[in-house]
């Protein structure tokens, strides 16, 4: 079976399986080339993904479009699709319970594009590989991860709201064909932060280790 006919027999699939959450809305499955290099993956449809089946087709998709287009290729040329693959009602952020349902398929689609680089769209698509990255510091870093090469940007709709989050998005977009041509370095996902801060010690006259925070003035 060619690549089209496994992503067409997926979609099949996944229409047919009732366990999966937000029954009553669409399924936005994605669409893109098969043989794409890069696969954009945002958190889940809005109303006008809904409507028409089809990823990032509002405001925030005419940015993706325009911002895909800078870099000399068409929105054909990539992959777009959802971590979340069917609407939220009023557009509410998809729970824990809804990513972890639609995950299997996710994986199982990028198993068969196995994109060159995956792009992240946002911080849920973000944290649904990285965990523990942070948006505002891990933005525009390529990230090693089981294999793949993750780059998580600003989303779209967020960089309308702001025109700082726009310029960086902007910015972190035209990194992308080096990333893929393998001239950034790239880095292994940041680290669990400890929830306990270490506490800082210094060594008493006895040898022992004494906080010195302890009777300090804060
Ligand atoms: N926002 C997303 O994350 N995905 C879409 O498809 C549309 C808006």
């Known amino acids: 079976m060619d690549k089209a006919a496994e992503l067409g027999a997926l979609e099949e699939e996944m229409a047919g399986d009732t366990s999966l959450p937000l029954g009553p809305a669409n399924l936005v499955f994605g669409e893109g080339s098969v043989s794409c290099?890069?696969?954009?993956i945002g958190e889940a449809p809005?109303?006008?993904?809904d409507r028409l089946k089809r990823p990032f087709v509002g405001r925030g998709g005419q940015l993706l479009d325009d911002m895909i287009r800078g870099l000399g290729w068409k929105r054909e040329d990539v992959y777009i699709t959802n971590i979340v693959k069917r609407r939220p009602p009023e557009n509410r952020d998809p729970?824990?319970?809804?990513?972890?349902?639609?995950?299997?398929?996710?994986?199982?689609?990028?198993?068969?594009?196995?994109?060159?680089?995956?792009?992240?769209?946002?911080?849920?698509?973000?944290?649904?590989?990285?965990?523990?990255?942070?948006?505002?510091?891990?933005?525009?870093?390529?990230?090693?991860?089981?294999?793949?090469i993750v780059f998580p940007v600003y989303h779209p709709a967020a960089a309308l709201?702001?025109?700082?989050?726009m310029k960086v998005l902007r910015e972190d977009f035209k990194k992308i064909p080096a990333v893929l041509a393998g001239k950034l370095a790239t880095e292994l996902p940041p680290a669990v932060e400890s929830k306990v801060?270490?506490?800082?010690?210094?060594?008493?006259?006895?040898?022992?280790?004494?906080?010195?925070?302890q009777g300090s003035l804060f």
């Open 37 to 40: 290099a890069v696969m954009f």
């Open 46 to 49: 809005g109303a006008n993904e």
């Open 95 to 148: 729970s824990p319970a809804e990513i972890e349902a639609y995950q299997p398929y996710l994986t199982r689609q990028i198993a068969i594009i196995a994109p060159g680089l995956i792009v992240t769209l946002g911080r849920f698509a973000m944290n649904y590989f990285v965990p523990t990255a942070k948006m505002t510091r891990d933005h525009g870093r390529p990230l090693r991860i089981d294999g793949r």
């Open 161 to 165: 709201r702001s025109t700082e989050m």
């Open 197 to 213: 801060t270490a506490a800082p010690f210094e060594k008493t006259e006895n040898g022992s280790a004494r906080d010195i925070r």
